[in-house]
């Protein structure tokens, strides 16, 4: 049976905005590897009332609760004496943890005052958890047939702690046989909607033992095919194939963090072909420019970008015809193709983007609404150029505007006929 | 009575350690602004059965339950279905969110799919909220005496749907009596230890009913001035302003969010004086210049970057000469100097700033080791030049370089004599 896991995260910083919950993600990425999952996560302020409440409740459904935060020395510190009460057993000087905080203080050449001493007094029956970093001792206990472990809230004090003594400990007790697998596609081009609408009508027969994520990570879509199964681990490769042939250009690669960007994935490619790109930007303003050069190496591939916010600097920088600027205006097939000949000539590089648009939230017209924008793309043998409206926010729409130059020069490099959504 | 709000947060990204949990800290903002406060935080992942059962338990213990995520067009996306379980109602087709849909993808000139129209489908009884830049709108239902509002997992559409409905019609229902206040001063050129040393030395008759809190919002400080009773709000503004003028051109505004950049307090200065700049980047590669552009208005200050990545782009786009670049390098006070002038003679801007540095991981010396970097700073009168180390990773670096850049302009623009910690 499924071992069930219970998080207990407790301290006023987590519920008052004060501090970012970073340690769930420890927890998490700890205990997968061990193939246990957290199945209910419950933050708490520093009230006793509530944690011993919720001790109670949680340890009743759990096999093993983890409890963070609380066993540091001050006053709203509270760990230890709750869950003494929540178990109904004495709160007694522990000589172990005693004698860790006697350690301590001594390698620090400092006494041991009231409020660190407090660390030592633990529930009875209590079993001590090392920890070598830190003031403050784990310790766990058996309640309601369930392991209650305490844990420190400092992040590296807990990094430390589960990795030295509680993944040991659980691996022996509680370990599952590892059938849970995931893989992950990082896209670009294709919503989550149509993503979804293509699955569904492509593999009616999608397998029940894999089952399909989304994560938005903007600009980028990430595709998981989670399994937890024997049968589904069998499975997951050869359904994984065949979700790579069908989604193609689409797929950036495997591997995406929070900041990624499409560059992420163009530059290793441009590096890899000995190609250089420029940039002429208008209504990005050098975010394209920024992104690119991001991404360390850059300078294999990248000379220059040309940052031409007015049309002064558009045919001074990259010899737009300033008839041509007059006649169709700066947010123009005419204009953006222009400009990305100009960039072309005057960096010398293989490919080129230039982009000039309205990125609001004044500016636009009947004609050319805020969310309008022309981008040019190509090489020395070719330049296209098309328009897109984008009517959102403003820096979202600089995020947008790059992320999709970015991919056109992306899916001619990778010679793909297979186009984006957003060009549907 | 204390008002009682819980927060239920889904998505198994959030259970996996997929995805760091953000929202909540917009959710205690929000709330904190009107008095309210949260008691109880609960994350579970996408489990229909885990999730009605945590929204019976919640409701009944709740004024106010906040769900938040699981709004989407997908699979895994089951707030709708199963809040409508949890209080034994159907699921239907609501006339306003399907009108939201249509009009939604009719602005993007896309069809609506399945899965999108899936987003349309509310509880029986449900109340829109509106949702002004995402597809999924979100909605409340009253049940077990407690008002269950849905709200979307994207952090902007939550933010943006938080401020403009969910805060004014709770202040109406639920809004507290205020002995809270919190002021807020965003800082940049001092560090954390640096403040609190400084405000130590000068205050030390700080009173007790005012806590002082910092958040670190890089590259941007916050300081927070916190009271909880009566005559902590009498004080607070006495102390604010004492504090305002200590800390004088370190003081950036009082209105920061995790997005913020010093462009946006330098380019409101500059719209404001009428006078525009220009940046020549080398290390930082459009940075600059990107974050001037994110700030709506920049084009009236803002007309022309130069991205001058290699050596031979600094002569042949800012005439840079090849024997300055020849002998003391690109990474060099000649160098930046040469730079910010050319920029300034280009783009006939007001003020100019140029950088040039190494970003690393690669391209040390041990004269100029990564991290290393020339700012020069100025106008038409005079521009000067300073060499900092900034041993950080590539992208960090890139982004302290930015801010110090804007921040040498920005304490010119207020004829600031106060210079910044950073070049004490």
């Known amino acids: 049976m499924k071992t069930k896991v219970s998080l207990l ?9 004060d ?21 209910k996560k419950v933050t708490i302020g520093d009230d006793q009332d509530l944690l011993a409440i919720e001790i109670a409740q949680l340890s009743q459904g759990s096999d093993v609760l983890i409890i963070n935060g609380g066993l540091g020395p ?11 009460t929540a178990c109904s057993v004495n709160l007694v000087l522990h000589q172990q943890a005693h004698q860790h905080l006697k350690l301590w203080a001594e390698k620090r050449k400092t006494v041991l005052n009231a409020p660190n001493l407090k660390q030592a007094y633990l529930p009875e029956n209590s079993t001590v958890i090392a920890n070598k970093t830190g003031s403050a001792v784990g310790f766990s206990v058996e309640f309601n047939q369930c392991l209650i472990i305490c844990t420190p809230g400092v992040p590296s004090e807990l990094t430390h702690m589960l990795k ?3 993944v040991p400990s659980l691996i022996k007790s509680f370990s599952a046989p590892k059938h849970n697998e995931i893989a992950r596609l990082h896209l670009f081009g294709i919503g989550e909607s149509n993503l979804q609408a293509l699955i569904n009508s492509t593999f009616p027969d999608w397998p029940n033992e894999i089952t399909i994520g989304f994560r938005a990570a903007m600009p980028i879509l990430e595709l998981k095919l989670i399994t937890c199964c024997e049968k589904g681990q069998v499975l997951l ?22 900041n990624s960007t499409i560059a992420d994935y163009l530059v290793p490619l441009l590096i890899e072909s000995k190609q250089k790109i420029t940039v002429a930007e208008s209504c990005t303003g050098g975010l394209i420019a920024s992104q690119i050069t991001a991404i ?37 097939e005419a204009t953006v193709l222009a400009m990305a000949q100009g960039a072309l000539i005057n960096s010398d590089a293989d490919f080129t983007i230039a982009v000039s648009g309205i990125a609001g939230p004044d500016g636009g017209t009947e004609d050319k609404p805020v969310g309008s924008v022309w981008i040019a793309w190509g090489d020395k043998n070719k330049i296209q150029a098309k328009y897109y409206c984008i009517p959102v926010a403003r820096k979202y729409f600089q995020q947008v505007v790059a992320a999709r130059s970015l991919d056109l020069i992306r899916r001619m490099l990778i010679n793909s006929n297979n186009s984006a959504y957003y060009d549907k």
Do not use: C, R
Request: charged share 15%; hydrophobic share 45%; aromatic share 4%.
């Open 9 to 17: 995260l407790t301290g006023s910083e987590l519920m008052n905005g």
């Open 19 to 39: 501090v970012t919950d970073t340690n769930s993600v420890i927890f998490a990425e700890h205990l997968n590897d061990i193939g246990l999952s957290i199945d």
């Open 74 to 84: 001050t006053v709203d510190d509270l760990t230890a004496q709750v869950l003494a």
């Open 164 to 166: 030295e003594e509680i």
């Open 237 to 258: 490769p050869q359904w994984l194939e065949k979700l790579t042939s069908l989604l193609d250009a689409h797929i950036l690669g495997t591997g995406a963090n929070e």
């Open 296 to 332: 360390a190496g850059a300078s294999a591939i990248f000379e220059a970008g040309f940052v031409t916010y007015s049309n002064e600097m558009k045919s001074k920088m990259l010899g737009v015809p300033v008839t041509t600027l007059i006649k169709h205006g700066a947010v123009s």
